[in-house]
């Protein structure tokens, strides 16, 4: 139980286009969704928090225009790289969480590459 | 907001010994501390955690130890194996309040080698 699948894998755009990033919690009901980004040899760094419904909060230096998020349901979360610049080239990782839980389930990242 | 410090960076053992990584953390009111193995390209997988009210968990190889008054915790491998290399996470949250999750705050990871 308790996964979490994204899409897509990979991607490579162009530098100036958008590209949408899926995570899905495939068997439970996620209140709460967290994005990361991770740049080779380092950690992961939350972007933001979003909570079913409500407006994603985001973590000091992260462009909300920028990194759109949407948790418009309990099993879906999308994150929208608008603009795409090659220094957003990165490894993107989503997390899910229930309600009353203490473990964030991780999807299997999404691999960004921008030309 | 919540600090992880994690040592080593690197770790080289030899197949069969023990290893020992490291975090501290700032936030006092931190209660729930994770660790992650990640191999490359692939999501953190959970492979073990603990909580503030315990101070010492086991399972198999694998062990963390909590000292909530030196705000530090430590994860203990033993009888290392070459699978056993990867990066590995340590991590920190507060979990409680009203709704909202609890957003984990990572270390800077740990590279182990287990070497035959």
Redesign the interface.
Known sequence: GAVVSQHPSRVICKSGTSVKIECRSLDFQA??M?WYRQFPK?????MA?S?EGSKATYEQGVEKDKFLINHASLTLSTLTVTSAHPEDSS?Y?CSA?W?GS???Y????T?LTVT | GENVEQHPSTLSVQEGDSAVIKCTYSDSASNYFPWYKQELGKRPQLIIDIRSNVGEKKDQRIAVTLNKTAKHFSLHITETQPEDSAVYFCAASKRGGTGGGNKLTFGTGTQLKVEL
């Open positions: 209140t709460t967290f380092q950690s992961l760094m939350l928090t909570n490894f990782i969480q309600a203490y473990e964030q991780f999807g299997p990242g691999r």
